[in-house]
T-cell receptor
Framework: GAGVSQSPRYKVAKRGQDVALRCDPI?????LFWYQQALGQGPEFLTY????????KSGLPSDRFFAERPEGSVSTLKIQRTQQEDSAVYLCASSLSGLAGGTDTQYFGPGTRLTVL | QKEVEQDPGPLSVPEGAIVSLNCTYSNSAFQYFMWYRQYSRKGPELLMY????GNKEDGRFTAQVDKSSKYISLFIRDSQPSDSATYLC???????????FGTGTKLQVIP
């Protein structure tokens, strides 16, 4: 079956532009996560949805970052007025239920590599 | 200081060697411990998870957690060139979805 898909795979933006990154989770998965992975670093948590409810957005670095999942399936991460420090790979993951920890595997997409010039 | 510390490597070993990857963490509230493998330009994939202290074995892979010393290990036996990837340790608190990752260790297995 299909895994988590993300689009676009690569995005180049000029500083100050707005970008929108899309995530299609595995069908039927309740939970959806966004992570930011800088070069040579591990993923850093950004935000978490359970169905359409955004339950944790503590990792969003600034109010320029906004995420939504209006119908509880596809999610969009929007970055307004992009800055060079926003350059990173943005990973989306989904899991079947809302349970915690390793008992509920998070399946990752391939990521969107954002480069801000 | 990061909540999860991991030696970034790179680590280069000959095929067939035993590989030891390690992490330390600082938050006593962490209860679930995971190892992810990430190939270049791919998303991480879960290799193994353990709950609390102890060992867990899956084929050539063994995960070990020592909560008293806040130390996490992954051992790979009979390493193969296909094991060449970045290995990320990760942890989370029970009842909470946020996963905290280490920086990752890049492993190269040379044929």
């Amino acid at each position: 079956g299909a895994g988590v898909s993300q689009s676009p795979r690569y995005k180049v933006a000029k500083r100050g532009q707005d970008v929108a990154l899309r995530c299609d989770p595995i069908s039927g998965h309740v939970s959806l996560f966004w992570y930011q992975q800088a070069l040579g670093q591990g993923p850093e948590f950004l935000t978490y949805f359970q169905n359409e409810a955004q339950l944790d957005k503590s990792g969003l670095p600034s109010d320029r970052f906004f995420a939504e999942r209006p119908e509880g399936s596809v999610s969009t991460l929007k970055i307004q007025r992009t800055q060079q420090e926003d350059s990173a790979v943005y990973l989306c993951a989904s899991s079947l239920s809302g349970l915690a920890g390793g008992t509920d595997t998070q399946y990752f997409g391939p990521g969107t590599r954002l480069t801000v010039l | 200081q990061k909540e999860v510390e991991q030696d970034p490597g790179p680590l280069s070993v000959p095929e067939g060697a035993i590989v030891s990857l390690n992490c330390t963490y600082s938050n006593s509230a962490f209860q679930y411990f995971m190892w992810y493998r990430q190939y270049s330009r791919k998303g991480p994939e879960l290799l193994m998870y353990t709950y609390s202290s102890g060992n867990k074995e899956d084929g050539r892979f063994t995960a070990q957690v020592d909560k008293s010393s806040k130390y996490i290990s992954l051992f790979i036996r009979d390493s193969q060139p296909s094991d060449s990837a970045t290995y990320l340790c990760a942890t989370t608190r029970g009842g909470y979805q946020k996963v905290t990752f280490g920086t990752g260790t890049k492993l190269q297995v040379i044929p």
